[in-house]
């Protein structure tokens, strides 16, 4: 088994040897997409990067019964800790909301502070949610716990605001995927035209009576190596690019996108790229050959 394993890759390197110039040629319809690929994909993990901070830092704000005591507030705490989607609780007295309270108006300040004595806060708690698009629901838990007097988002424009965040998100997800199936389908045309100069050896070997699976097993390794030899540029033009990027901005554009550090990001991008490379090379591959031997899929 390890033999025959082994002949079929030397025969897949063979074969590229070979016929070097036509794997050039299926290497870099690979390249070219690939290299779309990486930078769509960087785009998309960093915009997705960029929501999933902007989302975290959305918080309801539940205010306290005032006549709880501060045992009870501790069991309260506990509860909203314990909700499936909740990220981070924050209890804030309400001598420091009164405090915010003036910081946010310091206009105000006189007028207010007239109130310090008398004051007229709750103690809150600031509850950070681990996913946006859930955010309706959590208030909903939180306002159902015993103490809690009432439940604040930012509204219905709140929630507005984190559906247009996912759809960027699935936005990206969807072309990405498309450059992918893109990929697929231009190696696919190549592969076959290289195969297809090569039918007559098919032909041949199934005159001598190989097997599909022995005929098949040497292009499906060609197909792998020129999916890995069409990633090698992309992989090596996206990490540059990155890097330049990311040390000139300081890991952040115009004040808004935070990029992601660049290790582990890029090895991961990285992996994902060849990956990609391997795979579409091997659906190529694959699905060309099985036209000459009239396999059905």
Known sequence: MFHRFARHIKEGFIGVRRHFSMAIS????????????????????????MTS??????????????????????????????LDNVELVEYRTKDEEFDFYNEMYPEMVEFSETYR?????HDTFMIYAKDGSRLSDLKQQIASINGIDSVEDGGSNTYKFVNILHS??????ILVSALVLLAIYLIYNTIKI??????????????????????????LVEG????????????????????YLFNLSNGNI???????????????LSLGLMGIGILVGFIGSYISVCKYLRLKR
């Open 26 to 49: 299926s290497a870099s319809a690979v390249t070219v997409t690939l290299t779309l690929v990486g930078f769509f994909a960087a785009l998309m993990f960093n915009m997705a990067y």
């Open 53 to 82: 901070e902007v989302e975290k830092s959305i918080s309801l704000v539940a205010l306290i019964d005032y006549n709880c005591s501060s045992s009870e507030i501790k069991i309260i705490e506990n509860n909203i800790a314990e």
């Open 117 to 121: 004595e008398d004051n007229p806060f």
């Open 254 to 268: 115009l004040g808004i996108i935070n990029l992601y550090p660049s290790y582990p990001f890029l090895l991961y």
């Open 194 to 219: 290289t195969i297809g100069s090569r039918k007559d050896e098919i032909w041949i070997m199934r005159n001598v009576g190989a097997k599909n699976g022995y005929i098949r097993a040497p292009f």
């Open 224 to 243: 792998i190596i020129i999916g890995i030899m069409g990633s090698i540029i992309p992989i090596g033009l996206i990490v540059w690019a990155y890097i």
């Open 168 to 173: 960027i998100r699935f936005a990206g997800l």
